[in-house]
C-alpha cells in the first residue's frame, strides 16, 4: 500500500511517539510506507523540527548500518512552568486539609491528564540516566511511576509491605520510616530486578525520606544502581532529611489546618542543572 507524505508523517509521528527512546531503523520506514529511504529522511526531519520547536521532544539520529532515529522526550523549562504552577494552584486548595494535617492527594494522582504531565517531566529530566528500570512502593505513586515509565519505556517495579504468593520468592527488608520512626518492612520478587540495573525511584510524597531510603537498601540487596530520585510532592520542613540527591516538582511549605491555608512553592526541578 502506498502511503501519501500526508499520511507518512502522521503515522510516523503517531510510532515514534508510542516507541520512546526505541531504535527505529530507516529501512522499517521504507518498507512500512514503500517510501525511497531518502524521502522518509526529509519526513523526519519535518517532524524533528516540528517536535522540537512544539516541546515535544526530539529525535536522536544514530548513525551506521545498525542506526536509525529514536524519540526522546524533552521539556523546556518554560513548557514545566505552567504545568507546576498549576500543580501548585491544584495542591493549595484548602478543600485538601484532613485531620490531623494531611492533604487529599488522591484526586490529582487519578487524573491521567496530570499524571501524564508529571510524568513527562520527570522523564525529562532523567532522559539522559540510561534508565533500566522505574521503582516504587505501594500505592499512591504507583499512577506516577508508570507514567515516568512509559516515557522512558521502562519496565516498573513495585515494592510492597508483604508479599504475595503470586509474586513467588521474595526478598524482604526492613527499614525506619523517616516520618513516624518506626521500624517497617519492604518485600520485592526476586524476579524483579537484574543484577546492575539502573533503576529511577519514584514516589507522589516526600518528608524525611525514609521509604525512599528504604527502596536505596532494596537496591543494594539486588546489586542494582541508583540512577535517581524523583518525587512529586517534597516537604519543606522535614526534621532530619536521609535523602539527599533528588528531583521534586512541587515543595510543601507549611500547612495551617486553623487557618486552613496550604503554603506551596514549586521543587527543586529547576535547580537540577
Given at each position: 500500500?502506498?502511503?501519501?507524505?500526508?499520511?507518512?508523517l502522521?503515522?510516523?509521528?503517531?510510532?515514534?511517539?508510542e516507541?520512546?527512546?526505541?531504535?527505529?531503523?530507516?529501512?522499517?520506514?521504507?518498507?512500512?510506507?514503500?517510501?525511497?529511504?531518502?524521502?522518509?529522511?526529509?519526513?523526519?526531519?519535518?517532524?524533528?523540527?516540528?517536535?522540537?520547536?512544539?516541546?515535544?521532544?526530539?529525535?536522536?539520529t544514530v548513525?551506521?548500518?545498525?542506526?536509525g532515529?529514536?524519540?526522546?522526550v524533552?521539556?523546556?523549562?518554560?513548557?514545566?512552568k505552567?504545568?507546576?504552577?498549576?500543580?501548585c494552584?491544584?495542591?493549595?486548595s484548602?478543600?485538601?486539609?484532613?485531620?490531623?494535617?494531611?492533604?487529599?492527594?488522591?484526586?490529582?494522582?487519578?487524573?491521567?491528564m496530570?499524571?501524564?504531565?508529571?510524568?513527562?517531566?520527570?522523564?525529562?529530566?532523567?532522559?539522559?540516566?540510561?534508565?533500566?528500570?522505574?521503582?516504587?512502593?505501594?500505592?499512591?505513586?504507583?499512577?506516577?511511576?508508570?507514567?515516568?515509565?512509559n516515557?522512558?519505556?521502562?519496565?516498573?517495579?513495585?515494592?510492597?509491605?508483604?508479599?504475595r504468593?503470586t509474586?513467588?520468592?521474595?526478598?524482604?527488608?526492613?527499614?525506619?520510616?523517616?516520618?513516624?520512626?518506626?521500624?517497617?518492612?519492604?518485600?520485592?520478587?526476586?524476579?524483579?530486578?537484574?543484577?546492575?540495573?539502573?533503576?529511577?525511584?519514584?514516589?507522589?510524597?516526600?518528608?524525611a525520606?525514609?521509604?525512599?531510603?528504604g527502596?536505596?537498601?532494596?537496591?543494594?540487596?539486588?546489586?542494582?544502581?541508583?540512577?535517581?530520585?524523583?518525587?512529586?510532592?517534597?516537604?519543606?520542613?522535614a526534621?532530619?532529611?536521609l535523602?539527599?540527591?533528588?528531583?521534586?516538582?512541587?515543595?510543601?511549605?507549611?500547612?495551617d489546618?486553623?487557618?486552613k491555608?496550604?503554603?506551596?512553592?514549586?521543587?527543586?526541578?529547576?535547580?537540577?542543572?
Amino acid at each position: 500500500m502506498k502511503f501519501r507524505r500526508s499520511e507518512r508523517l502522521i503515522d510516523m509521528t503517531h510510532y515514534l511517539l508510542e516507541h520512546p527512546r526505541q531504535l527505529v531503523s530507516l529501512t522499517f520506514f521504507s518498507e512500512r510506507y514503500g517510501s525511497a529511504k531518502s524521502s522518509i529522511s526529509e519526513d523526519l526531519a519535518i517532524i524533528k523540527d516540528t517536535f522540537e520547536l512544539r516541546g515535544i521532544g526530539t529525535l536522536e539520529t544514530v548513525p551506521g548500518a545498525a542506526g536509525g532515529v529514536r524519540y526522546q522526550v524533552k521539556v523546556r523549562d518554560e513548557e514545566a512552568k505552567p504545568i507546576i504552577a498549576e500543580l501548585c494552584e491544584l495542591i493549595a486548595s484548602p478543600d485538601r486539609l484532613l485531620p490531623g494535617g494531611y492533604l487529599y492527594m488522591t484526586d490529582i494522582l487519578g487524573d491521567p491528564m496530570i499524571v501524564q504531565k508529571c510524568g513527562k517531566l520527570i522523564a525529562s529530566a532523567y532522559i539522559n540516566k540510561n534508565i533500566d528500570m522505574v521503582m516504587t512502593v505501594a500505592t499512591k505513586g504507583i499512577a506516577l511511576a508508570y507514567a515516568v515509565a512509559n516515557y522512558l519505556n521502562v519496565p516498573v517495579v513495585i515494592a510492597r509491605r508483604d508479599s504475595r504468593v503470586t509474586e513467588g520468592s521474595t526478598v524482604s527488608i526492613n527499614y525506619v520510616s523517616g516520618s513516624a520512626k518506626r521500624i517497617q518492612t519492604m518485600v520485592l520478587s526476586k524476579r524483579s530486578l537484574e543484577e546492575g540495573s539502573k533503576v529511577l525511584i519514584v514516589d507522589d510524597f516526600m518528608k524525611a525520606g525514609g521509604t525512599i531510603n528504604g527502596m536505596i537498601s532494596m537496591l543494594d540487596e539486588f546489586k542494582a544502581t541508583l540512577a535517581g530520585i524523583a518525587v512529586l510532592v517534597e516537604s519543606e520542613n522535614a526534621d532530619e532529611r536521609l535523602v539527599d540527591e533528588y528531583v521534586s516538582l512541587v515543595q510543601l511549605a507549611d500547612v495551617d489546618v486553623r487557618e486552613k491555608r496550604i503554603n506551596v512553592t514549586e521543587g527543586n526541578y529547576f535547580k537540577r542543572n
